[in-house]
């Protein structure tokens, strides 16, 4: 490499935007995905000993499935070769491969071959590598921000362990930030740049868990702000503001604002009035909140407020909770809103909640009783000598699937738990008690 060579790199490498000039070169200096880089877990530990398989990352943009490749190209002693799904055709694996088999005839050194956006290739393409990575002759490494169950043949994933990234916490976005601002190295740190703790949140909530989205902002903020008389750059939050067009919202995820606004959010569900639900979903959203934290409180709402009015409530909640770590923004949001809306507009009943909680009540309030004889496990040996399930009366073999008998211990069978209410499904349960029970 000659002098002219050094320059060109020198200055290349200096305008490569900072979220890639920021990407760790070893393990330590990864952010976040602890559940599966942590010191005790497999992937730490088969990187560590260079004793990668194939394995797919799959997750949403920006939480770092390129990163830990790079991290396995700067730790392993394999060849690592790399192709984006998106523009490499069957010559470009041809390529590769030949390569591969090169290096292991000349030298003894396996290949890791990372794909990113590997769903992108068709069939036929996956199907290429398989005969391939089953040999040994590569191994694969594939990024894909689809579910690799659905997008990724069935044999390449059997060959493969997935792991699943999750969107960067609000903390893991605030240290990356950090480290943008003030490293002088590889972030931006010889700009004498400094950001405030309103703009730094601000990024951090805006991001949603995607790092690149938060590096791009700050980036974007110290190139173009001018310095103030002090010789700094400051990132304040109406630079942040301007930086992700986006206006901040009064709302600290763990402050006063945030516990006020998911309390009006449930209390409109709650009440039935899904204009205001949608409003403060809508305002949560906006400012970031974790949408599997907005699922959480609609499925608490669903059994705690709906219950037995409508159980579907639940199965909807429960749904879109699923939906909702599957898909990712912003169609999400279109999703939590669905829910949200099936919520405040079911009937209400509390009967099932108030039903558990008095239970537990008595429970713990009472000497615990004995189960009735009759209704105890006659199964295991020598229960049925001991008179366990004797007398107990088979309810399907009575009308109505239905015979009057104690189930409850001795001493509580006048304790009444569940009293259904007047609205929705529970009609129905309270006609069919009526119907089944009669005059007892």
């Given at each position: 490499?000659?002098?002219?060579?050094?320059?060109?790199?020198?200055?290349?490498?200096?305008?490569?935007?900072?979220?890639?000039?920021?990407?760790p070169k070893t393990l330590d200096e990864v952010v976040g995905q602890e559940h599966i880089i942590g010191k005790d877990k497999l992937l730490y530990r088969a990187i560590k000993a260079d004793k990668i398989s194939s394995v797919i990352f799959y997750g949403p943009p920006g939480t770092g499935k390129t990163t830990l490749a790079k991290v396995i190209a700067n730790t392993t002693s394999a060849e690592f070769m790399q192709l984006n799904a998106t523009v490499a055709g069957?010559?470009?694996?041809?390529s590769v491969v030949a390569q591969a088999k090169q290096t292991m005839a000349m030298n003894g050194r396996k290949t890791i071959l990372f794909v990113d956006e590997i769903h992108r290739f068709n069939k036929g393409q996956q199907d290429y590598l398989l005969p391939f990575v089953e040999d040994g002759t590569v191994v694969l490494?594939?990024?894909?921000?689809?579910?690799?169950?659905f997008e990724v043949n069935t044999a390449l994933i059997s060959r493969s362990i997935v792991f699943e990234l999750k969107p960067l916490s609000f903390e893991n976005i605030k240290a990356l930030i950090e480290r943008a601002v003030y490293d002088e190295e590889r972030g931006m740190g010889i700009y004498h740049a400094d950001i405030n703790d309103d703009a730094k949140e601000f990024l951090a909530a805006v991001a949603n868990g995607d790092a690149?989205?938060?590096?791009?902002?700050?980036e974007l903020g110290v190139l173009t702000t001018d310095p103030s008389e002090d010789g700094k750059i400051h990132i304040t939050l109406e630079v942040a503001e301007q930086c992700v067009q986006k206006r901040a919202l009064r709302y600290d995820k763990s402050g006063d604002n945030h516990y006020d606004t998911i309390s009006a959010f449930i209390k409109s569900m709650r009440g039935s009035d899904p204009d205001a639900a949608v409003y403060y979903l809508a305002k949560m959203l906006y400012a970031g909140e974790s949408v599997d934290f907005i699922a959480r409180r609609i499925m608490i709402c669903a059994a705690e407020d709906v219950?037995?009015?409508?159980?579907?409530?639940?199965?909807?909640?429960?749904?879109?909770?699923?939906a909702v770590h599957q898909v990712g923004m912003p169609e999400s949001q279109i999703i939590l809103s669905e829910a949200t809306i099936y919520v405040a507009t079911a009937p209400k009943s509390n009967a099932s909640c108030n039903a558990v909680f008095a239970?537990?009540?008595?429970?713990?309030?009472?000497?615990?009783?004995?189960?009735?004889?009759?209704?105890?496990?006659?199964h295991y040996g020598g229960a049925a000598k001991l008179g366990h399930g004797i007398g107990y009366q088979y309810a399907h073999d009575f009308p109505n699937h239905y015979v009057k008998q104690q189930y409850l211990p001795d001493g509580l069978t006048d304790c009444v738990f569940y009293e259904?209410?007047?609205?929705?499904?529970?009609i129905k349960v309270k006609e069919h008690f009526r119907k089944i029970k009669g005059n007892d």
């Open positions: 490499m000659d002098l002219f060579d050094y320059a060109r790199n020198l200055n290349s490498e200096k305008e490569t935007p900072l979220a890639s000039r920021l990407r069957k010559k470009d694996m041809e490494i594939g990024a894909t921000t689809e579910n690799p169950y690149r989205t938060a590096l791009n902002a700050v219950g037995m009015a409508d159980p579907n409530a639940l199965v909807v909640a429960n749904a879109a909770a699923q239970a537990m009540e008595k429970v713990k309030n009472t000497i615990t009783a004995p189960v009735p004889t009759h209704l105890q496990d006659a259904p209410g007047d609205l929705g499904y529970e």
